[in-house]
């Protein structure tokens, strides 16, 4: 079956007589038992929630994974891959993650003695020298996000098994439509289902993958012990959301890829950052180990006053942190998703503060195009009027 048509086709609600064609929201904490000293399959929604379960089934399958599991945030998700690490073991990280991300490394796991190590993931060899028998866990995104770098998955996961360490990909900015790391040799691929599964800006909802049985067994532990996985109701929004996943982004990537060239030929742009064009470092390689370059992409103009005035004069790209959904957005990483990433982390990524990101939406390309043309327009004219 090919993935339009695996995106729509699953059991929606099994074993239920009815038969409804959407899934049910099981909106119950708690489920009665037949006897006193055994339970169903089902006995509580923290440890297990039919809703939820169809949802979680549906993401193994579309990863090519065997079990899914879906989290609260996509933080809660990365909260729980940590939660496999114990005191002294160490993260080898690329350095142009999530802010989020960084923040949780820097901040929240260092307090049980967990250490994280950055590095270049674009530079395997960086990552050879850094890796160490402590290393348990090697954690990249791709393309990344805001810098949209190309690792490369493959290696990874040489790099880290040659060590005896587990690789863990954060494929929210691809989705499984366009990226599937197990099949490239990750142990845990993870979403911030915020994005691209949900589509719409109006779920907060993490997912990990895995394929391997006690790895799953070690991931389901922690979500009932930490009580962090998804509501009914989230779960819900999840599974319709994920029905359009293909059409919305085949159509948000043909306009990703459109501006980002109306991008490239403007002289008042500095540098653009998409590797679905020919001229980006990253475009062999995202060809070679994905299906597309997404709809995420990244602009310098040169001058922090000309980024803002540009994010701010545009009407269809509204000032949002967050990617994926249906409308396009925009921001400064800088100032927003990535303002609690640590200042000397900031230093060591060089993110560049006039740096603008934008997730392109479903609106039609000429608007979109011509929006961001009066936008550099009068972003332009503001700054020479005021020098
Ligand atoms: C948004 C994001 C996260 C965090 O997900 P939440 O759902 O906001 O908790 C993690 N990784 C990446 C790449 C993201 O873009």
Known sequence: MKFASRLVSFDPAPGDRFRPIS????????????HADSFGEYDY?????????????????????????????GMAAIRTVTGLLRTGDEILADSDLYGGTCRLF???IDRNGIIVHYVDARAPEQCEQQITPRTKLVFVESPTNPLLHVIDLRRMAAIAHAHGALLCVDNSTMSPYLQNPLDLGADIVLHSATKFLCGHHDVTAGVIIVKDEALAGQIYFLQNAEGSALGPFDCFLLLRGIKTLKLRLD????????????????????????????????YELQRFQAHGAGS?????????????????????????????SVNSSISMPGTMSHASVPPELQAERRLPPDLV??????????????????????????QSSQT
């Open 45 to 73: 929604s923290r440890s297990g929630n039919p809703t939820r379960s169809v949802l979680e089934k549906h993401l193994a399958t579309l990863e090519n994974g065997t079990r899914g599991f879906c989290f609260s945030s």
């Open 251 to 282: 159509c948000q990537q043909r306009n990703a890829l459109a501006i980002a060239r109306f991008l490239a030929n403007r002289k008042e742009i500095k540098q653009v950052y998409y590797p679905g064009l020919n001229e980006d470092s990253g």
């Open 296 to 324: 995420v992409l990244s602009f310098t103009t040169g001058s922090v006053e000309v980024s803002k005035a540009i994010a701010e004069h545009a009407k269809f790209f509204h000032i949002t942190v967050s990617f994926g």
């Open 357 to 382: 990101r934008i997730s392109v939406g479903i609106e039609d390309e000429e608007d979109l195009i011509g929006d961001l043309d009066q936008a550099i327009h009068l972003a332009i004219s503001s």
């Open 106 to 108: 820097s901040k929240v």
């Open 23 to 34: 899934t049910p929201i099981y909106q119950t904490a708690t489920f009665e038992q037949q």
